[in-house]
């Protein structure tokens, strides 16, 4: 490669940056909050429960908020089951690779603990919403696009609002108490689908 002067670039000294470092920082700051909350979770403690040095950590994020932004941004949607083309199983696919994820990295008391932090620290919430809210809600949003688009809902589905009242089913069996466990997706999504599926032609 050449610099735009024409010159070759100078070699990078020191070390290759281990990456498996990084994930295992960024993975134990995702723990933390789950459990601990914003206000528990901070640079000395990530570090011992990663099992890096504090330099490590101080090298790589200059502050705690940095970290914790960069963090949330490890929650991207990940494993979003393909589509095969029947809205009823997307949909129920789509919302139990959401509760799966949720499970696995805590992520209910991770938004929950955001919350409680908003007023001091709104930034986070956006970096969820940007992560992880917003694009499941657009992959549910595709789904059903896409069943009215070939005759399975309503033509006149509001589909903002439907995806709302799906992903607000999880969050209000969770609040409540109610097993969200195998089978529980299935559930919701065929209680759905009965007054919403497009009338048979004829």
Not at 31 to 58: P, Q
Not at 95 to 118: F, H, K, P, S, T
Not at 148 to 162: C, F, I, K, Q
């Amino acid at each position: 490669m050449v610099s735009i002067d024409g010159n070759s670039p100078r070699p990078r000294r020191g070390r290759p940056r281990d990456r498996s470092k990084d994930v295992a920082v960024l993975d134990a700051t995702v723990r933390l909050l789950a459990v601990a909350g914003i206000a528990g979770t901070s640079m000395d403690r990530v570090a011992a429960d990663a099992g890096v040095s504090k330099v490590t950590v101080y090298t790589r994020w200059a502050s705690k908020s940095e970290l914790i932004g960069a963090a949330l941004n490890r929650l991207q949607v990940e494993h979003v089951p393909d589509p095969i083309g029947v809205v009823r199983d997307d949909l129920v696919a789509h919302l139990d690779a959401m509760c799966r994820q949720y499970d696995e990295v805590g992520g209910m008391a991770i938004i929950g603990n955001c919350l409680a932090e908003e007023p001091r620290s709104g930034e986070l919430l956006a970096t969820i919403r940007a992560s992880t809210l917003l694009p499941r809600r657009s992959l549910l949003a595709a789904v059903l696009r896409a069943g009215v688009e070939r005759g399975e809902l309503d033509a006149g589905l509001d589909v903002e609002r439907v995806v709302s009242m799906l992903l607000g089913s999880l969050y209000a069996d969770h609040l409540a108490g109610r097993p969200v466990g195998p089978g529980w997706a299935a559930g919701v999504i065929d209680e759905f689908l009965r007054p919403h599926r497009a009338a048979p032609p004829g």
